[in-house]
């Protein structure tokens, strides 16, 4: 491998693997299993990185991607969906995001993305509570629609519902971060 | 639009919130419907955001020199080469637009752009590689299915240019510490591996693969899981298998 091929996954590493890791974290909720999903998502982002489409999204939005989906099988390998599923079901107001003031950020080159942090966690923070939940519920916890409305003992038709209405507020207060807002 | 039947499948979908089969039926649905296409683009990007509002953790500092170690191990996936160049400067220019003015006071931008307009030249070459490896007139092609059913794929074997296309649907990357690995296998000999692939999340892969030297024909293409780097010989049966037929 060529010297700057090292240097590029390092570059990577450097921007995005404190958000991998704290999104890994929050799904997974153990240090050493976190540090395994980053590991995993990294190493699929690099054996696969020739077939990236820039056309179908950004990098950051691919490596969250692919670090949440192994984040879950984890969950799901080691047999603990169940009690993601009770976990996720009983959080309450403080959901999966945490306030900025909590936050202690990495001390690597995070402009970018503790920008990005603070207008992601405050436009989550302003959704209707209920809405909130259920994006939670469904990135955070790997729940299918019918799960959560299982576990928030909603009809189906409210939990799709909230999730559109709170996709859609999102979509609104973050157009600075997305591609159509640009 | 809102009195699309399928409208309110978008937002679970973006989610990742639909069960295998309700995912299945509704991405039928998107194949034909570009209106759910951009929904579920739009609403995707949003909730791939998401990912920002998870409590922040600092990784411990020996991971970094294990990713990167890990790394040196595997060779990447090849399309047209170096993959992951190409990867590091489109995360800076994305973030760039993003950050606008601020990230391009940012020292070394300058050079990264650069690197961005070489690399794109390079990754158009290697598109127009692949076209013209398809296009042949003495191009050979096998569907590789597994009785009928999701995954499948498609190789193109050109034997001019010793080299194939493979395009996979369906099927979902390979768990931690395995990977899929390509096999050419002629009449009463033992399998040539063709290399090594992972598909992306979506299930999906397009890649072209040289084929080594001493292959010059073969009948059956057939893909394993193996552990990561690959095996000398498939290790199982292969789940996808399918005959050349046609060229020359």
């Known amino acids: 491998m060529a010297a700057g091929d090292d240097r590029a996954l390092g570059e990577l590493y450097d921007r995005h693997a404190a958000t991998a890791y704290a999104l890994a974290l929050?799904?997974?909720?153990?240090?050493?299993?976190?540090?395994?999903?980053?590991?995993?998502?990294?190493?699929?982002?690099?054996?696969?990185?020739?077939?990236?489409?820039?056309?179908?999204?950004?990098?950051?939005?691919?490596?969250a991607t692919i670090t949440r989906t192994r984040a879950l099988d984890l969950l799901r390998a080691r047999g603990r969906?169940?009690?993601?599923?009770?976990?996720?079901?009983?959080?309450?107001?403080?959901?999966?995001?945490?306030?900025?003031?909590?936050?202690?950020?990495?001390?690597?080159?995070?402009?970018?993305?503790?920008?990005?942090?603070?207008?992601?966690?405050?436009?989550?923070?302003?959704?209707?509570?209920p809405q909130?939940?259920?994006?939670?519920?469904?990135?955070?916890?790997?729940?299918?629609?019918?799960?959560?409305?299982a576990a928030l003992r909603e009809p189906l038709g409210t939990v799709k519902t909230r999730m559109r209405a709170g996709l859609e507020k999102l979509r609104a207060s973050l157009a600075p971060l997305l591609s159509e807002g640009r | 639009m809102t009195d699309h039947a399928w409208l309110d499948a978008a937002a679970p979908y973006a989610l990742g919130a639909l069960t295998a089969e309700e995912r299945a039926a509704f991405e039928a649905h998107l194949a034909d419907c570009a209106v759910c296409r951009a929904d579920v683009q739009a609403l995707g990007e949003v909730s791939g955001l998401l990912a920002h509002a998870a409590a922040a953790a600092t990784p411990p500092p020996a991971l970094r020199e294990r990713i990167l170690r890990e790394a040196r191990a595997v060779r990447p996936?090849?399309?047209?080469?170096?993959?992951?160049?190409?990867?590091?400067?489109?995360?800076?220019?994305v973030l760039a637009v993003a950050a606008g003015v601020a990230y391009l006071k940012e020292r070394g931008s300058r050079q990264m752009l650069e690197r961005a307009v070489a690399v794109a030249r390079d990754s158009l070459a290697a598109q127009q590689q692949l076209v013209a490896t398809l296009l042949a007139p003495d191009v050979n092609t096998a569907v590789l299915a597994s009785k009928g059913r999701p995954p499948t794929a498609r190789v193109f074997w050109n034997p001019s240019r010793h080299r194939v296309v493979m395009a996979v649907f369906?099927?979902?990357?390979?768990?931690?510490?395995?990977?899929?690995?390509?096999?050419?296998?002629?009449?009463?000999?033992?399998?040539?591996?063709?290399?090594?692939?992972?598909?992306?999340?979506?299930?999906?892969?397009?890649?072209?693969?040289?084929?080594p030297p001493a292959l010059v024909a073969f009948d059956v293409t057939a893909v394993t899981e193996e552990p990561a780097g690959g095996s000398p010989q498939p290790t199982q049966q292969p789940f996808l298998v399918g005959k050349l037929q046609g060229g020359e």
Do not use: C, H
């Open chain 1, 132 to 149: 909130r939940r259920v994006l939670e519920l469904a990135y955070f916890g790997g729940l299918t629609q019918s799960e959560i409305a």
């Open chain 2, 77 to 93: 996936l090849a399309a047209g080469g170096r993959g992951l160049p190409w990867l590091a400067v489109a995360a800076a220019v």
């Open chain 1, 81 to 129: 969906r169940a009690r993601a599923i009770e976990r996720a079901a009983a959080v309450g107001d403080a959901g999966f995001a945490t306030p900025l003031a909590g936050g202690g950020d990495a001390p690597d080159r995070g402009v970018e993305r503790t920008e990005a942090r603070r207008l992601v966690t405050r436009s989550l923070a302003e959704l209707p509570e």
């Open chain 2, 170 to 211: 369906d099927l979902p990357p390979a768990p931690a510490g395995r990977i899929y690995q390509l096999w050419a296998i002629q009449t009463g000999k033992a399998p040539v591996s063709l290399g090594i692939f992972n598909t992306a999340p979506d299930g999906r892969l397009t890649t072209s693969l040289d084929v």
């Open chain 1, 26 to 63: 929050a799904i997974v909720g153990e240090r050493a299993d976190a540090e395994e999903v980053v590991a995993d998502a990294f190493g699929q982002m690099w054996r696969t990185s020739a077939q990236f489409d820039p056309a179908r999204g950004s990098v950051p939005a691919w490596l």
